[in-house]
């Protein structure tokens, strides 16, 4: 019943939403007339499943623009209450588990575009205050300037300047006459900025993949206390867990030990057969047993004739 009056109420306003998700309207600027909107709801899970974010305290939102950072998601939240993590994603997580901690030399950059982003607020009344937000809130302030990155053509510029817009702060779909953006030459000063700030610090790299190691040895010995516990103890169906985890140690799978695995079958089957039990048999072994002498015999002739001509041969 909330959801149908919900829509209807966005119909009036002639604002289509999606189902159970509240619009926000946002502007660039405050002379800017067009608003894009956040779709904005409160962030749930199934009972019972672990969940990286605070329940009833997080703020699930999708449609963020490229040009609308971290900071800027919590400065226009921060008057419903205060804002305890903000984190931008592509896409939204699929599985609730506890995420990662991700690293800032390892991590691959993220690619520009809309996103979704999860705003955990100290306090409840801040999740009831945000999803009752009207708007529109506006992104690039005087006191808080947005750039978007995208530089106009000359010939916009007093276009976007009649339009409030700042030329550093246009979007290439604000206006018709603004479809292809002129990108900004770097400086050299910029170019070696940029590889200064490539360069990692040996200090702060060691004490990242000292982190990162820490955290995945807790998490394999979790792992491996988990499968101790769980070996051998039946469930509520009475069925057992097979593991890897067992007294003997599974073999590598090389060709090495695979040939070795052969042979020791080849024995085994060798013992258990009865030889000379069948008169195949008797005939397979006479036949082997020629073949062996007549190699023989070739070996000694060629060894004969090496010492002949050799003349090493002493028959006497």
């Given at each position: 019943a909330r959801r149908r009056k919900r829509a209807a109420r966005d119909s009036?306003?002639?604002?289509?939403?999606?189902?159970?998700?509240?619009?926000?309207?946002?502007?660039?600027?405050?002379?800017?007339?067009?608003?894009?909107?956040?779709?904005?709801?409160?962030?749930?899970?199934?009972?019972?499943?672990?969940s990286s974010w605070p329940q009833k305290r997080t703020l699930f939102v999708l449609n963020v623009p490229p040009y609308c950072t971290e900071e800027c998601l919590s400065r226009l939240l921060s008057p419903c209450g205060a804002v305890q993590s903000v984190q931008l994603q592509e896409k939204p997580d699929l599985a609730e588990s506890p995420?990662?901690?991700?690293?800032?030399?390892?991590?691959?950059?993220?690619?520009?575009?809309?996103?979704v982003a999860y705003v955990a607020f100290q306090k409840p009344g801040g999740l009831a205050a945000a999803l009752a937000l009207k708007g529109p809130l506006l992104v690039s302030t005087e006191s808080h300037p947005v750039k978007s990155g995208v530089h106009c053509h000359p010939q916009n510029l007093p276009h976007h300047q009649n339009a409030g817009l700042h030329p550093s702060a246009c979007v290439p779909r604000c206006c018709p006459a603004c479809r292809v953006p002129l990108p900004s030459r770097p400086s050299p000063s910029e170019w070696i900025r940029d590889y200064t700030d490539s360069v990692p610090d040996p200090e702060a790299?060691?004490?990242?993949?000292?982190?990162?190691?820490?955290?995945?040895?807790?998490?394999?010995a979790e792992e491996e206390a988990k499968a101790k516990e769980e070996e051998g103890v039946p469930d509520e169906e009475g069925w057992v867990k097979v593991t890897r985890r067992g007294r003997r140690p599974v073999l590598p799978r090389t060709e090495a030990a695979s040939l070795r695995v052969l042979e020791r079958?080849?024995?085994?089957?060798?013992?258990?057969?009865?030889?000379?039990?069948y008169a195949w048999q008797h005939r397979e072994t006479k036949m082997e047993h020629l073949a062996q002498l007549r190699k023989k015999f070739e070996e000694d002739k060629q060894r004969i004739e090496l010492m002949r001509a050799q003349r090493k041969f002493r028959p006497y």
């Open positions: 009036e306003k002639g604002l289509l939403s999606p189902p159970g998700y509240s619009a926000i309207p946002i502007k660039f600027s405050e002379k800017q007339q067009a608003s894009h909107h956040l779709y904005v709801r409160e962030h749930r899970v199934r009972g019972g499943t672990k995420q990662e901690p991700k690293s800032k030399f390892f991590d691959p950059k993220p690619v520009p575009g809309f996103r790299l060691r004490v990242d993949v000292d982190t990162f190691m820490e955290t995945y040895d807790k998490k394999m079958e080849k024995q085994k089957r060798a013992r258990k057969e009865l030889l000379n039990f």
